[in-house]
Every structure is written in structure tokens, then in C-alpha cells.
């Protein structure tokens, strides 16, 4: 998100969605008004904050943070994340690594709440058909259509405490003949606080070159104003067409939307 022309690639994929004022701003055609996007500040690349940083930059309630791949919250992190949630912040978290458990385990007060990777690079996951803003949003209706794992495992949980989460989808890789881990949640939202979790730190990754079928799930049509459109053929396997960005660009719709509430609510005489 934070892509800048400066790279070597340009503006990554994720970047020219938020970047682009006909999706996020104050033109007559923006699906979503706002005044302005400002990205990590101007920090390009990876952005690893330690604790101290974090909290810094989480006490000026920014209205949306979006963890990704690479990223690795400690235990003081963790609690940080917390008490932003508990501000009325809004967390959009995709991570398959080791702290992905912490952070759920933390939000969740639940240290039973476990976690395994599963499936390979190029799996392929339902969506439901639940009526809410992540699914059903400013940028498009994916009910009951799928997305995308890039390039490496999935993190999958168990013991997520189900009266606390709306379930977007479960381990079961579509691409594949045989179901399995129908048991796990690999993508939730949690049903009180603006929290929502997606087990694939790469959710968010995309790439010019959309022939390989394993990575870079993650699309916007460069020729109309960057609108987030499927990735077509899709999977390791079977293939699909998988609507991350779209999930993705009506997540930040909905963030946005809750942060603004949050603003409106602290006005109040």
C-alpha cells in the first residue's frame, strides 16, 4: 500500500487501488469520498515499527492499519493493537507467520486458540454469502465467490471462540479433490471490535505479469481508473477467478466508514 513511482516496479497494485482518487476520493466518480489517503506516512517498503514506534503511530488513531506479510508483532505489540481496538481503531490484519497466533490470542483473551499452515501457494478459499460491507461493499458483491492464497501456506485457526466471529472462510482449498480442515477458520471478523483476520500475509500482493497461477492474487484494471477486478484463473489445481481486491478495497470502504463514526461520536456535546 505504501508502493511510491520511485521503486523499481512502480506503484504496486494495492497502492494504485488506495492512490487512486476515482476509488478513494473527492471526485464526482469516487466510490468512496474522502478528503485525502495518506500511506504509512511516505514510508515505502517494508515498515517493521518496533513496540515504541507502534504505539506512536497507533495513538494518533489512524483510521485504518493493514498488517501484512513479513510482519511480526510482539507481545507489547499485541497489547498496542489492543488498545487501538478498544478506541474504536480498525485493524485489517493478513499474517501467516508465528505472530498471527499471538495477536488472535491476545484480541481474543484465549491462549487455547491454536494455529497450523496449510495448503500451498495458489489455494483457493470460499466466501459465504453473508449481507455485510466486507462481502457486499462500495466496490462490489463476492458473495459466495472465493480468494486467493499467494505463493506460500496459509495459516489456519482453531478454538477462535465462535459467538465472537463472523466466519469468511474455512481451510478447504477448492482447487484440490479432497476436503480438508473444514474445521479451521482462515479468514473471520470479529463481531465487536473493527478487527478483521485473514490468514495469508500476500492477500494483498499483485504483479503486472498475471499468468502465473500460484501467486499475486491481488488486481486492479490499470486501464479504468484502477477499480479492483478479479484475478482471473487462479489455483494449483483447479483455477478460479478470486476477488481479493475487491474484498480488500470494501474492507478499507467499511474501516473508513467506522472511523469516521468514531469521529462523529467523539463531537458529540
Given at each position: 500500500?505504501?508502493?511510491?513511482?520511485?521503486?523499481?516496479?512502480?506503484?504496486?497494485?494495492?497502492?494504485?487501488?488506495?492512490?487512486?482518487?476515482?476509488?478513494?476520493?473527492?471526485?464526482?466518480?469516487?466510490?468512496?469520498?474522502?478528503?485525502s489517503v495518506s500511506v504509512?506516512?511516505?514510508?515505502?517498503?517494508?515498515?517493521?515499527?518496533?513496540?515504541?514506534?507502534?504505539?506512536?503511530?497507533?495513538?494518533?488513531?489512524?483510521?485504518?492499519?493493514?498488517?501484512?506479510?513479513?510482519?511480526?508483532?510482539?507481545?507489547?505489540?499485541?497489547?498496542?493493537?489492543?488498545?487501538?481496538?478498544?478506541?474504536?481503531?480498525?485493524?485489517?490484519?493478513?499474517?501467516?507467520?508465528?505472530?498471527?497466533?499471538?495477536?488472535?490470542?491476545?484480541?481474543?483473551?484465549?491462549?487455547?486458540?491454536?494455529?497450523?499452515?496449510?495448503?500451498?501457494?495458489?489455494?483457493?478459499?470460499?466466501?459465504?454469502?453473508?449481507?455485510?460491507e466486507i462481502l457486499n461493499?462500495?466496490?462490489?458483491?463476492?458473495?459466495?465467490?472465493?480468494?486467493?492464497?499467494?505463493?506460500?501456506?496459509?495459516?489456519?485457526?482453531?478454538?477462535?471462540?465462535?459467538?465472537?466471529?463472523?466466519?469468511?472462510?474455512?481451510?478447504?482449498?477448492?482447487?484440490?479433490?479432497?476436503?480438508?480442515?473444514?474445521?479451521?477458520?482462515?479468514?473471520?471478523?470479529?463481531?465487536?471490535?473493527?478487527?478483521?483476520?485473514?490468514?495469508?500475509?500476500?492477500?494483498?500482493?499483485?504483479?503486472?505479469?498475471?499468468?502465473?497461477?500460484?501467486?499475486?492474487?491481488?488486481?486492479?484494471?490499470?486501464?479504468?481508473?484502477?477499480?479492483?477486478?478479479?484475478?482471473?484463473?487462479?489455483?494449483?489445481?483447479?483455477?478460479?477467478?478470486?476477488?481479493?481486491?475487491?474484498?480488500?478495497?470494501?474492507?478499507?470502504?467499511?474501516?473508513?466508514?467506522?472511523?469516521?463514526?468514531?469521529?462523529?461520536?467523539?463531537?458529540?456535546?
Amino acid at each position: 500500500f505504501g508502493g511510491s513511482p520511485s521503486n523499481a516496479l512502480g506503484y504496486s497494485q494495492s497502492a494504485k487501488l488506495v492512490k487512486t482518487a476515482a476509488n478513494f476520493g473527492l471526485l464526482e466518480n469516487s466510490i468512496v469520498k474522502v478528503e485525502s489517503v495518506s500511506v504509512n506516512n511516505g514510508v515505502v517498503g517494508n515498515y517493521m515499527p518496533t513496540a515504541a514506534q507502534l504505539k506512536t503511530a497507533l495513538d494518533v488513531m489512524p483510521s485504518v492499519v493493514v498488517l501484512g506479510v513479513y510482519y511480526v508483532p510482539d507481545a507489547a505489540s499485541c497489547q498496542h493493537f489492543i488498545d487501538y481496538l478498544a478506541k474504536g481503531g480498525v485493524l485489517l490484519a493478513f499474517l501467516e507467520f508465528d505472530g498471527a497466533e499471538l495477536i488472535n490470542r491476545t484480541i481474543f483473551g484465549n491462549q487455547s486458540i491454536t494455529s497450523t499452515t496449510i495448503n500451498n501457494g495458489g489455494a483457493v478459499y470460499s466466501l459465504p454469502y453473508n449481507n455485510d460491507e466486507i462481502l457486499n461493499g462500495s466496490f462490489g458483491d463476492i458473495r459466495g465467490k472465493q480468494w486467493g492464497e499467494d505463493a506460500t501456506p496459509t495459516r489456519a485457526f482453531s478454538n477462535i471462540p465462535a459467538g465472537s466471529v463472523i466466519a469468511y472462510s474455512t481451510g478447504d482449498d477448492k482447487t484440490q479433490s479432497t476436503t480438508a480442515n473444514t474445521d479451521k477458520l482462515t479468514m473471520f471478523r470479529h463481531t465487536s471490535l473493527n478487527y478483521l483476520y485473514c490468514g495469508d500475509g500476500g492477500f494483498n500482493s499483485g504483479f503486472s505479469d498475471f499468468v502465473y497461477k500460484l501467486a499475486y492474487p491481488f488486481r486492479v484494471d490499470e486501464s479504468n481508473n484502477n477499480k479492483p477486478i478479479p484475478r482471473a484463473t487462479y489455483g494449483r489445481g483447479t483455477t478460479y477467478d478470486v476477488y481479493n481486491s475487491v474484498l480488500t478495497a470494501n474492507a478499507i470502504a467499511w474501516g473508513l466508514r467506522k472511523a469516521q463514526e468514531r469521529e462523529d461520536a467523539s463531537k458529540l456535546p
